[in-house]
């Protein structure tokens, strides 16, 4: 019966295949090779005698001599490839996707439409509905990246929740995936579902091109060529931007001043009116495509960066003690800082404040950690960052550090059990000590232990000797008596906080002197600097100025009304003048250091610490601090409540009364300014 429909298709000029026949067919286009069956089947997850059933199909229904299409020993093979074409692009439709592609095309799908109801997408792409859940569980995963998520939304179906930045991020990264796609009829067919015309996209990238007096890559433009067909596809269904990040910055960039002059060409070519906000994005992604090299896009990063900096975060987590893997303050700030760090490499301007010096020498570790950990980045936009652009980013790291110790693990209990004697139990004890931050809360002989099982605390046992049970569910880790590096990995595995215990460089001295008397002590300082790092702690040399030497009770504004960010720096910066720390043009210094590099100033949530460099406007260190009644925003629409506007004398004078405040006012519930009144002399 089949056989005579197929005639009867044929005389019609109708031709009629299966899902698993388009796919067999599409498989023998891709290739320039004659297929094995055997081979064909493992591909497509087949049985040979399915296999055979489908091509026997394909056989009846197709004019197998116009196609040059043979089976003989065991390999299938094709001769006309455009007529193979010619028929795939007949039958092809979303029924014919593979699970990669449906998943593709339904995520596309979500972003664009905002809402989908499971039911119409399984009649619509001819799969069960269970089939369709599966492919929402790797959906979610891919939306998780984004911050975005599925939510049902009554009696519609499941709806997309998240920013709208991140919404479009994700649909051109997923459009990019398609066009690197083999299947040049996914292409054809995910290509009309966003249909647009491009050529007033075109004309408006040249036009703004010409302007800022730049070409870009081919590649880069490709890309901002799809963003803006995302853009305006997205403005069109009622999807705008309603904020984003930088904008003080962007505002001032030659690229929104290009982006500006050309917006009367996209908006008459599609008829379209859109605001401020998405045109600070078009410059935004236009920034980052200044780089006319085929090999590397610049842009790409630019798309990718808060991917980047995230693997940064988990790269550095990995070399310290303290958990900062889900420091979100840490995050934000880095992705505020180094966004317009990576334009202000890339067209070479400088920093003109620097805190190098004082970085290197206070957190050498952190400092080299940081630049370890940015040669990846350093590697997408090939450039390197300067020693003043990673001690800024130093400063981030550390104090997402000091954050984040509050919330440290405790301390695990560890019970000690050794058949070795007391000696060498102790010595066991105090490597464990010395290692990790635990709690040792007895050492036993095995045979003491078996009498006393009354210990509820025990989080681990740590043994010499084989233990065949314990009671409770209690961990042991069987290890030598003196540690090896392979007992070392199996505790590392028990999620125990490594010790944090501080070396007194007197103590190191004193130790050293006993065994020679020809002595460089700086010398040895700064060598012990470059081994222990934070664990090592000078209280030997003179001390450098305290937080007390640097604060005046005159110099703190509490309660202030102000209209906008830079009449509350230039409040802070009052004091430094009437005071006689700095003078007028210092204050002036540090409103344009904020317009010119953005929010960098932003350490902690809701506190800026401006300043700038000092050219002989600074008299003497100091800090003024205003709180504001209420918030203002910073650059990038960021929320304010305190200002620390700080003059250093020599840009390094400062820094250790720098980072007490930043420890200070990291504390929850913390009041800084009460602190200063009562605690500071002057």
């Known amino acids: 019966m089949s056989f005579l429909f197929t005639k009867k298709w044929k005389r019609e000029g109708k031709i009629m295949l299966g899902s698993k026949s388009i796919i067999i067919l599409q498989i023998l286009y891709n290739t320039d090779e004659e297929k094995n069956l055997k081979e064909l089947a493992e591909i497509l997850n087949f049985s040979e005698r399915s296999l055979r059933y489908e091509i026997e199909k394909i056989f009846e229904t197709l004019d197998v001599k116009e196609l040059g299409l043979e089976l003989s020993k065991g390999s299938l093979k094709i001769g006309n490839k455009k007529k193979l074409l010619e028929i795939l692009e007949k039958n092809y439709k979303s029924s014919n996707f593979s699970s990669e592609e449906r998943e593709i095309y339904i995520t596309l799908k979500i972003l664009f439409e905002r809402i989908i109801n499971q039911v119409h997408l399984a009649e619509e792409l001819d799969v069960s509905r269970s089939t369709i859940k599966l492919h929402l569980k790797k959906i979610e995963e891919i939306l998780k990246e984004y911050n975005l998520k599925l939510e049902i939304s009554h009696k519609k179906g499941l709806e997309i929740i998240g920013e709208e930045e991140k919404i479009r991020l994700c649909a051109l990264k997923l459009i990019r995936k398609i066009n690197h796609s083999k299947n040049e009829l996914f292409k054809k067919v995910m290509r009309n579902y966003f249909d647009l015309n491009e050529e007033g996209i075109v004309i408006f990238i040249n036009y703004c091109q010409k302007i800022m007096n730049k070409i870009i890559s081919d590649e880069a433009f490709e890309i901002i060529k799809k963003y803006l067909k995302i853009s305006l596809l997205m403005v069109k269904k009622g999807y705008e931007l309603k904020k984003i990040k930088n904008e003080k910055f962007l505002e001032e960039t030659l690229e929104y001043k290009a982006v500006e002059k050309g917006k009367a060409l996209l908006e008459a070519n599609y008829e379209i009116e859109m605001g401020k906000v998405e045109y600070l994005k078009i410059a935004d992604y236009f920034l980052g495509s200044h780089n006319y090299n085929l090999e590397c896009s610049y842009f790409e990063n630019w798309v990718e960066i808060e991917l980047l900096i995230k693997k940064m975060i988990y790269n550095f987590n990995k070399r310290i003690d303290i958990d900062i893997s889900n420091d979100e303050v840490l995050l934000d700030g880095l992705i505020n800082h180094i966004k317009p760090t990576i334009y202000r490499i890339k067209n070479g301007i400088e920093l003109e404040n620097t805190i190098y010096e004082e970085v290197v020498e206070i957190y050498p570790h952190l400092f080299e950690i940081t630049k370890e950990i940015l040669e990846e980045l350093e590697e997408f936009i090939q450039n390197k960052f300067s020693k003043d652009e990673i001690a800024f980013i130093v400063i981030h790291f550390r104090a997402a550090i000091d954050r984040n110790k509050v919330r440290s693990k405790e301390k695990k209990n560890i019970l000690v059990i050794c058949g070795w004697g007391y000696g060498t139990s102790k010595l066991l004890a105090q490597q464990l000590k010395d290692i990790y931050s635990v709690n040792i809360i007895d050492i036993l002989p095995y045979h003491q232990y078996k009498k006393k099982k009354y210990y509820k605390d025990i989080d681990l046992v740590v043994s010499t000797v084989e233990l065949k049970e314990l009671d409770e569910g209690i961990p042991v880790i069987k290890v030598n008596p003196i540690l090896t590096?392979?007992?070392?990995?199996?505790?590392?595995?028990?999620?125990?906080?490594?010790?944090?215990?501080?070396?007194?460089?007197?103590?190191?001295?004193?130790?050293?002197?006993?065994?020679?008397?020809?002595?460089?002590?700086?010398?040895?300082?700064?060598?012990?600097?470059?081994?222990?790092?934070?664990?090592?702690?000078?209280?030997?040399?003179?001390?450098?100025?305290?937080?007390?030497?640097?604060?005046?009770?005159?110099?703190?504004?509490?309660?202030?009304?102000?209209?906008?960010?830079?009449?509350?720096?230039?409040?802070?910066?009052?004091?430094?003048?009437?005071?006689?720390?700095?003078?007028?043009?210092?204050?002036?210094?540090?409103?344009?250091?904020?317009?010119?590099?953005?929010?960098?100033?932003?350490?902690?949530?809701?506190?800026?610490?401006?300043?700038?460099?000092?050219?002989?406007?600074?008299?003497?260190?100091?800090?003024?601090?205003?709180?504001?009644?209420?918030?203002?925003?910073?650059?990038?629409?960021?929320?304010?409540?305190?200002?620390?506007?700080?003059?250093?004398?020599?840009?390094k004078e400062h820094l250790d009364a720098f980072i007490e405040i930043v420890e200070m006012m990291e504390k929850k519930d913390f009041d800084f300014i009460k602190f200063v009144k009562k605690y500071c002399k002057k």
Do not use: C
């Open 485 to 651: 590096n392979e007992d070392l990995q199996k505790l590392n595995k028990q999620d125990l906080q490594k010790s944090s215990k501080k070396v007194l460089f007197s103590e190191v001295l004193e130790a050293v002197k006993k065994v020679t008397t020809n002595l460089d002590e700086k010398m040895l300082l700064k060598e012990l600097n470059g081994v222990l790092g934070n664990i090592l702690v000078d209280d030997i040399s003179q001390k450098k100025i305290t937080i007390f030497d640097m604060l005046d009770k005159n110099l703190i504004l509490d309660g202030i009304e102000v209209n906008n960010w830079e009449e509350a720096v230039r409040k802070a910066g009052e004091n430094l003048v009437k005071y006689g720390y700095s003078t007028e043009k210092y204050v002036d210094n540090m409103v344009e250091s904020i317009k010119k590099y953005g929010s960098y100033a932003i350490i902690l949530p809701g506190i800026a610490f401006p300043h700038a460099k000092s050219e002989g406007e600074v008299v003497k260190t100091a800090f003024s601090i205003v709180r504001l009644k209420k918030e203002v925003l910073f650059p990038g629409d960021i929320p304010v409540k305190m200002i620390v506007a700080f003059s250093s004398i020599d840009n």
